[in-house]
């Protein structure tokens, strides 16, 4: 089953407001990962935060875990046109693989 | 930064026929790549975990002998889609950790490859 779900699956936001997505997993991890993905390109890294941390900030992007909820957020502050993509949680269960979750469409609206 | 290339971007074929997607690596050595594969609006999808110098490991439900993986450098593995069917049209996409990058770091993704065939 997956073991990251993004949540919400679409978001629909004016230029200048935060976004903020959910994802939650099932089982322990090393860390977390968010990736953006600009349609029909590959993924981009954005953060990762390791699962003794909880809070981890990068520019306008904002990321926290709770390990005792099996979940984290991914908040993009002041948004842009240009932050419109999918957004995926990936999942380091330390096999050296990553378990992506379903994605969340973000479309930023001028 | 850490740069994969991946080609072709796009590829068309016909039914029966074989097509090679290559994924390199530019800057860095990649002992371990990935390949996924990307359905429209899906999730990635790992297909298998190429090991340089040795076999890779498919995952379940994945053919090996349709999706042959070789990664014979520290720079390059390629994905052969052998005999492909209308049913593999999707978006493949490759990634790399580095040489000496465990745990705690980032995946580095080529930008994908469109596969129709038709």
């Known amino acids: 089953s997956q073991q990251g779900e993004e949540d919400p699956q679409a978001l629909s936001i004016q230029e200048g407001e935060n976004a903020t997505m959910n994802c939650s997993y099932k089982?322990?991890?090393?860390?977390l990962q968010w990736y953006r993905q600009n349609s029909g390109r590959g993924l981009v890294h954005l953060i990762l935060?390791?699962?003794?941390?909880r809070e981890k900030h990068s520019g306008r992007l904002r990321v926290t875990l709770d390990t005792s909820k099996k979940s984290s957020s991914l908040l993009i502050t002041a948004s842009r046109a240009a932050d419109t993509a999918s957004y995926f949680c990936?999942?380091?269960?330390?096999?050296?693989?990553?378990?992506f979750g379903k994605g969340t469409m973000l479309l930023v609206s001028p | 930064g850490a740069v994969v290339s991946q080609h072709p971007s796009r590829v068309i074929c016909k039914s029966g026929t074989s097509v090679k997607i290559e994924c390199r690596s530019l800057?860095?050595?990649?002992?371990?790549m990935f390949w996924y594969r990307q359905f429209p609006k899906q999730s990635l999808m790992l297909m298998a975990t190429?090991?340089?110098?040795?076999?890779?490991?498919?995952e379940q439900g994945v053919e090996k002998d349709k999706f042959l993986i070789n990664h014979a450098s520290l720079t390059l593995s390629t994905l052969t889609v052998t005999s492909a069917h209308p049913e593999d049209s999707s978006f493949y996409i490759c990634s790399a950790r580095g040489g000496g990058q465990g745990g705690n770091s980032p995946l580095h993704f080529g930008n994908g490859t469109r596969l129709t065939v038709t």
């Open positions: 190429s090991n340089e110098g040795s076999k890779a490991t498919y």
């Open positions: 990936a999942t380091d269960e330390g096999y050296s693989t990553l378990t």
């Open positions: 935060i390791r699962s003794n941390e």
């Open positions: 089982t322990s991890i090393n860390n």
């Open positions: 800057d860095f050595q990649a002992t371990t």
